[in-house]
């Protein structure tokens, strides 16, 4: 196992292990809660806010054409909006990626036409001028944007999420652990990575075959790589059953708390996950607690196969 930087903490006694670790794991989630409160009072997290608030968000038709036309993009603007926004500029030669803008203009209450064609238009509405008229969608036209990856300029604010550590060996024990779980595991090469910015996705292998797949997006850093297989597995012990979107946020917290628990466990520094959850949760901290039974769990039955199998 790696070493802790913080501490190292063994389960050896048969007879006292179950509450040793449900005490332990208990300790960890009132550490986590602690730093995440920490994090979301941050100066780094208000700033990573500020910056997630001059994007747009967008509509599921033009998150799928963006993804069509650039399957890698993770944050999108205008030509303009990176410069006067971000105080970056798009690379010459970059070619757009085209989505559909909103046209909202001034619409004649009576024949619905924007002031221009309500002129040219047989309407004979007059109760009140045009610049009273209210603004509404008329339409929409083609509109190039720019993922961030073709602009440069000021770095953009971000928030270290990942995990650090010795993680030698640990990425083959758990994926030898997969079996034991139940979940078949995936590690694919960024090149041939079809998931968009996610780094890692549990999904059902087919509709007949209802075993878990967890597939992760191969990276240099092995200890991320270590917390996002824990991540997804915890997905996949979790929530493989659940299909209400509303309840997103509240599982990747506690996709998350077992992240952090496991990777704490053997050794990793998981910190990061602090601001993992600062960007997810609406509530505070206290979510993580009223989930803790079946973080607890989860984390627990990880922790021992990943413990049988390094046996």
């Known amino acids: 196992m790696a070493t802790n930087t913080t501490s190292v903490v063994s389960f050896d006694e048969y007879d006292t292990r179950r509450d040793e670790m449900h005490s332990t794991i208990e300790h960890w989630i009132d550490d986590l809660t602690a ?3 920490e994090a979301r009072a941050s100066q780094q997290f208000q700033e990573w806010l500020d910056v997630q608030s001059k994007f747009h968000d ?9 993804t069509l036309q650039c399957p890698n993009a993770t944050k999108v603007a205008g030509y303009n ?3 006067t ?3 970056r500029h798009v690379q010459e030669g970059e070619n757009g990626i085209w989505i559909w803008a909103p046209i909202i203009t001034k619409q004649c209450p009576d024949c619905e036409n924007s002031p221009k064609y309500h002129e040219q ?7 009140t001028p045009p610049e009273e008229w209210s603004k509404r969608l008329v339409g ?3 509109t190039a944007v720019f993922d961030v990856s073709q602009t440069e300029g000021e770095p953009l604010s971000e928030l270290e999420t990942e995990a650090t550590g010795d ?12 079996d034991d779980l139940g979940v078949t595991v995936r590690i694919v090469d960024a090149d041939d990575w079809e998931h968009g910015k996610a780094k890692g996705v549990c999904k059902q292998r087919s509709l007949y075959d209802l075993q878990p797949i967890v597939e992760v997006k191969a990276r240099a850093n092995q200890a991320d790589l270590t917390v996002m297989l824990i991540h997804e597995y915890a997905h996949a012990l979790l929530h493989f059953d659940v299909d209400d979107e509303c309840e997103r946020s509240k599982r990747e917290v506690e996709a998350e708390a077992v992240a952090y628990i496991v990777g704490r466990y053997i050794g990793l520094d998981t910190s990061g996950s602090a601001f993992y959850l600062a960007a997810w949760q609406d ?3 206290d979510v993580i607690k009223e989930r803790l039974g079946r973080i607890r769990t989860t984390a627990a039955k990880i922790i021992d196969v990943v413990e049988t199998r390094c046996e």
């Open 85 to 87: 926004d971000f105080d």
């Open 121 to 127: 238009s047989d309407c004979e509405y007059d109760k």
């Open 58 to 66: 967008y509509s599921h038709r033009n998150t799928l054409l963006i």
């Open 283 to 285: 509530d505070d901290a």
């Open 35 to 37: 730093l995440t409160d």
């Open 167 to 178: 993680a030698e060996n640990l990425v083959p024990t758990l994926q030898d652990a997969a």
């Open 81 to 83: 909006t990176w410069r």
């Open 140 to 142: 929409f036209k083609p």
